[in-house]
């Protein structure tokens, strides 16, 4: 008798989940953090800037995301010479990340939605527009320090984010942890990357 009555009442919250009014669209628009992304050829320093994201809902549960996000910070690259020199090379990189996939609401009651998903792409990196500082006691050939990179790699996020609902389709996307993983140096690296912002919710269905 529980049983069924578990089903039944499991049935019944599905239906009203299904039935319930839900904005279609969000857009998203905030400040981005990442700590010490690894990429191909080089390891960052901790990047800043910003996203923005675009949510279609298929249901009040299920909708689909497509993520953009754009960051700075320093590159760091150690290097030896012929001679034997040690250098290390640090100038400003800039990285994009371009990332879809489904995001599912697992939790809603009053003002706060707590959503969790899962993000395919890639990240676009590269430190062609910053000047180089080289750290070494030793004079180094002006090919080891104006040497640079452009680089694109797979990158996947995993994670969720927690708004707040503000007034009308507005919210505060009060916090938004990811474990975003890329290839880099022929070997996949965990980052962790967290963003905050506003969003707003239109189209209600």
Not at 183 to 192: D, I, K, T, V
């Amino acid at each position: 008798m529980k049983n069924i009555a578990g089903v039944i009442l499991l049935l019944g919250c599905a239906r009203f989940a299904v039935g319930q009014e839900f904005s279609r669209f969000h857009i998203f628009g905030g400040y981005s953090y990442a700590d010490r992304v690894q990429l191909p050829l080089a390891a960052t320093s901790s990047t800043n800037g910003w996203e923005a994201a675009f949510k279609y809902n298929l249901t009040s549960r299920l909708g689909f995301v497509a993520a953009v996000d754009g960051r700075t910070g320093t590159d760091f690259r150690g290097t030896q010479l012929a001679d034997g020199t040690s250098i290390i090379l640090a100038r400003q990189v800039s990285t994009y990340s371009f990332l879809f996939g489904p995001e599912v609401n697992v939790f809603h009651y009053r003002r706060v939605s707590v959503n969790l998903r899962e993000l395919f792409g890639f990240i676009h990196a590269d430190d062609t527009n910053g000047n180089v500082s080289v750290f070494s006691n030793n004079p180094v050939p002006s090919f080891v320090a104006t040497r640079e990179f452009v680089n694109n790699t797979f990158s996947m996020a995993t994670g969720g984010n927690v708004d707040f609902h503000l007034k009308g389709g507005l919210a505060w996307r009060i916090l938004q942890p990811e474990m975003q993983l890329t290839r880099g140096n022929a070997q996949y690296q965990p980052n962790f990357r967290v963003a905050t912002g506003l969003v707003y919710n239109f189209g209600r269905r």
